[in-house]
């Protein structure tokens, strides 16, 4: 039986079984490939997507379970229309392999959207979910920082 | 038009060749140049790898993997440099597998001088010996040696095609080639037209390339300093394409389980279950391991863990101590290298103290972000091969064997890789990918690893083991006798790749351990070779990872016996030795306000290492958070010669030291059975936003030569960090990981 589910905006008609993790259907069936596995049990945030705007790690979610609309890394904006976030990380020069930041800027965007001025210490609570291996946990910070003031700004 | 008969007739440095609508452009080290990568049609010339000019613009190729250091953006700098064109205005791609872009430096490394001593004549050789990669095809990202690589070549393959380009505007505006300049892609007339370079392509293929001169580094525009990066939007917004990523139409996905006792046979398996699982089209037996192809990721994996497996014994010894046990009877059999031996260390200098110490360090997972994966095609007679990875020549001979077809047959498209880390150099995964692949020909198969399948069969860093004894007098160091032992991953490899057996001394294995820029007069520095079959392999800065931390800590060691600071010791045995590691050393003695004191509560260690190049010097601060230490500040100062992004290097060397930092403070795999006990991220983490330090990062420019970015970072956080607990608790490690010893915030 499928299953509808609203992503980015649009509704999609997904025929999988129940407990299939919203990530797979996400990457494998949706095609929306932008959200990433990394460990399958919560441990690194490569998945993290929104629902209803809470971030979300998507390994964790079966489809019976998604409570409401999705929002992925490429709804929150496109190379074309960036949103601040985005912006921030290409302006601060964050990536470097760049595997997990789909996750970190989904993870980033809710905290942002949650605390518009966040410190340090919030950001260290907010994003010690989200695992780097190329260390790429300063420019992240200094991201942060500067979306955050420009969005206080606008 | 050039024809491929005149290019392979003539000993070309650069060489150019028409192509349909345009022009090709590329260097060669060697009288013979490589066979052309990118396919000529019938009837239509050679291409040449490294600049492609046609109706479309113009196309750079960069070799090189991009796996997070940059070197996508530095590579096409440096054409770019020279050819006048803005790289938000061009394209550029990874390249095919081809051996036209063998890794010269790489095999320039392999030179038994200490690096830092490089005469110019040696420097000659290693350049000439360069040539050796080519029968080799090592078309490899790692070494930290792309930028020596790429420098002079890819500048003039730049400077030649922007030449030729001029040459044809001149012939056409019929004036001479002098007259004319260059800018953003246009070549510009005497009366200020502009004529695009995709105009003039045709007719450049036609002219034989004229001499060209490369530009004063005062003339750069690009090189030395901070460009954006040209993978940056992609991997801001999950557009930019991994492996795991590629959906070629009609894509199957599949997972894979190899014997968690590695190298053990597989006795059989009962797949009963697993065949009604949802979504399962397809079991595959791999001979040594098992796979399922499904219509998902993840019911592949359910599938695939579903499967009773009766697996055989690992070919070692089943648990850590035993394996450790080995590794220390090494110490009782010639040693495999001894390439240092200054002085005479059996002599004990009178009214010396002598210091004895033994460190241990375990083996260690690359876990990359991206787990390991492939996505294969076989046709019956073609074989198209999508991944990360950071051989692609290696893999294309390796699948080709695997699938029984000519390497001609088998296409490698390379992807952003998702972390490598040395992990995508080795072939595993694509071998795997392949055999699945051919199991269900016509249909594209993805295989995944899931994070357990990753973590438990990589190709470790060896465990490795250190014997040292030291003797100062008069505050300073006068002998130093130093064994390592360890697995070589290099001799493992080299059967691993050809399936001969690697043999003869191991610069690898005893890098970082005897070529360390320090003046102590007696200095032996010996390597011992344990024989175990344990799967190991290159991990970021490799030998120098293990090195690093046990002839810096004993350094450290030595310099406290002396009634030293640690600082001003390693300094005053660094000048005369090697001065941009000594500047350095005075660059994060300055930046640190380093005083050799410390209040209560606060620990400051120093560590100072010489790898790929570069010299490295390092000071970590640790604080004492209500019984929790915490990774508090960390200062590095690096000269890498010349900085070709400053903000690349800044990048590497925090990058570098984070990931060193994360190994120090938890990185262990233990064996337990035959099997490797650290299964996720939870059992083998790294550090997070939380608990890295707060870095500044100084870039010097003093260095004769262009040392490495990506891995001379690593190798002095070890020591440096294991040092500050000793500065902040009076107990010295002498083994990694640090959390088992010490209350470290994770």
């Known amino acids: 039986m499928a299953t509808a589910l609203k992503i980015n905006g649009k509704t999609h008609q997904v025929d999988l079984p129940d407990d299939v993790p919203l990530l797979w259907v996400l990457r494998d069936e949706v095609g929306l490939t932008g959200t990433k596995f990394g460990c399958g049990v919560a441990a690194c945030g490569a998945c993290t997507v929104h629902i209803d705007g809470e971030s979300v790690r998507s390994c964790q979610v079966a489809l019976s379970d998604v409570w409401g609309e999705v929002t992925t890394i490429e709804g929150l904006g496109t190379p074309d229309a960036m949103a601040m976030i985005q912006q921030a990380w290409v302006e601060h020069q964050v990536a470097q392999c760049g595997y997990c930041q789909s996750g970190q800027i989904m993870q980033a965007a809710a905290l942002l959207a949650e605390n518009p001025s966040p410190t340090d210490q919030d950001i260290d609570d907010a994003m010690q979910g989200n695992l780097c291996r190329c260390g790429t946990y300063p420019r992240i910070r200094a991201a942060i920082h500067d979306a955050a003031s420009k969005l206080n700004e606008a | ?746």
């Open chain 2, 1 to 746: 038009m050039a024809s491929i008969g005149k290019i392979l007739r003539r000993t070309f440095l650069i060489g150019s060749a028409a192509i349909v609508g345009g022009v090709a452009f590329g260097a060669y080290y060697v009288t013979r140049p490589a066979a052309n990568p990118l396919k000529p049609g019938k009837g239509e010339t050679a291409l040449s790898p490294f600049v492609l000019i046609d109706q479309q613009g113009v196309t750079l190729f960069a070799p090189r993997a991009e796996m997070g250091q940059g070197v996508m953006t530095t590579w096409a700098a440096l054409i770019a440099e020279e050819l006048d064109v803005e790289l938000d205005a061009i394209r550029i791609l990874h390249g095919p597998a081809a051996a036209a872009y063998y890794n010269s430096a790489l095999v320039g490394e392999g030179l038994p001088n200490k690096g830092y001593d490089i005469s110019n004549f040696q420097h000659n050789l290693g350049e000439a010996l360069g040539v050796l990669g080519k029968p080799l095809s090592l078309q490899v990202t790692g070494g930290s040696t792309s930028m020596k690589d790429g420098f002079e070549r890819m500048r003039m393959a730049g400077a030649t095609a922007r030449e030729t380009l001029k040459q044809a505007a001149a012939d056409r505006l019929g004036v001479d080639r002098a007259q004319l300049k260059t800018e953003n892609g246009t070549v510009i007339a005497p009366d200020g037209t502009r004529l695009p370079y995709a105009d003039l392509a045709e007719a450049a293929g036609r002219i034989e390339p004229p001499e060209a001169e490369l530009r004063d580094p005062s003339q750069w525009r690009l090189l030395g300093r901070s460009l954006p990066r040209v993978d940056i939007l992609g991997k801001s917004t999950g557009t930019a394409e991994f492996g795991i990523d590629v959906r070629p139409e009609g894509l199957k996905f599949a997972s894979v389980r190899m014997n968690p006792k590695l190298g053990g046979q597989m006795n059989g398996f009962d797949a009963s279950t697993a065949e009604t699982m949802p979504g399962v089209e397809k079991i595959v037996d791999l001979g040594t391991g098992v796979a399922v192809i499904a219509s998902n990721t993840w019911l592949a994996i359910q599938a695939v863990e579903a499967i009773d497996v009766d697996w055989g014994d690992a070919p070692y010894p089943p648990d850590t101590a035993a394996l450790f046990d080995r590794i220390a009877k090494a110490f009782d059999d010639a040693p495999n290298s001894t390439m240092r031996d200054d002085g005479d260390v059996d002599v004990m200098p009178e009214g010396a103290t002598e210091l004895i110490a033994e460190y241990a360090v375990p083996y260690l997972a690359h876990a990359t972000m991206e787990p390991m994966n492939a996505t294969a095609l076989y046709s019956g007679n073609t074989l198209d091969l999508w991944c990360g990875n950071q051989a692609p020549t290696l893999i294309q001979l390796r699948v080709a064997n695997t699938a029984g077809l000519e390497t001609e047959a088998v296409e490698v498209h390379t992807t952003y890789l998702g972390g490598g880390f040395g992990r995508r150099g080795e072939l595993d995964f694509s071998e795997i990918a392949t055999k699945v692949a051919m199991a269900m020909p016509g249909t594209p198969i993805q295989t995944t690893w899931s994070r357990e399948e990753d973590m438990r069969h990589d190709f470790y860093r060896p465990s490795a083991m250190a014997r040292m004894r030291g003797a100062v007098k008069d505050g300073k160091a006068v002998l130093i006798d130093g064994k390592v032992a360890s697995q070589s991953p290099t001799q493992q490899a080299v059967t691993r790749y050809t399936g001969l057996p690697g043999g003869g001394p191991d610069k690898v294995l005893v890098e970082g351990f005897f070529n360390q820029p320090y003046a102590v007069p007696n200095y032996r520095m010996s390597g011992y070779i344990s024989d175990l079959a344990v799967p190991v392999g290159f991990w970021r800065s490799v030998g120098n990872s293990h090195n690093g931390f046990f002839h810096e800590t004993f350094m450290d060691e030595m310099a406290h016996a002396a009634g030293r600071d640690p600082l001003e010791f390693r300094l005053e045995l660094a000048r005369p030795e090697f001065a941009p590691a000594a500047g350095c050393l005075d660059a994060v003695k300055e930046m640190s306000g380093w005083t050799g004191k410390t209040p209560d509560g606060v620990g400051r260690g120093v560590a100072m290492t010489y790898s790929f190049g570069t010299p490295v010097a390092q000071v970590i601060e640790v604080v004492d958070q209500d019984g929790t230490i915490r990774i508090n500040k960390a200062w590095i100062a690096c000269d890498v010669g010349l900085a070709l992004d400053p903000g690349t290097v800044e990048a590497q060397m925090i990058g570098g030291m984070i990931y060193g930092l994360s190994a120090a403070v938890m990185g262990e795999i233990t064996f337990a059975d035959g099997e490797v006990e650290q299964y996720n991220f939870p059992d083998y983490d790294a550090l997070r936003m939380h608990n890295v330090p707060v870095t500044e990062v100084r870039v010097l420019e003093t260095n004769k030569y262009l040392g490495g970015v990506g891995e001379p970072g690593t190798p002095p956080s070890m020591p440096a960090l294991g040092n500050a607990l000793f500065d902040l608790t009076g107990t010295r490690a002498r083994s990694l990981p640090l959390n088992t010893q010490f209350d470290l915030l994770v």
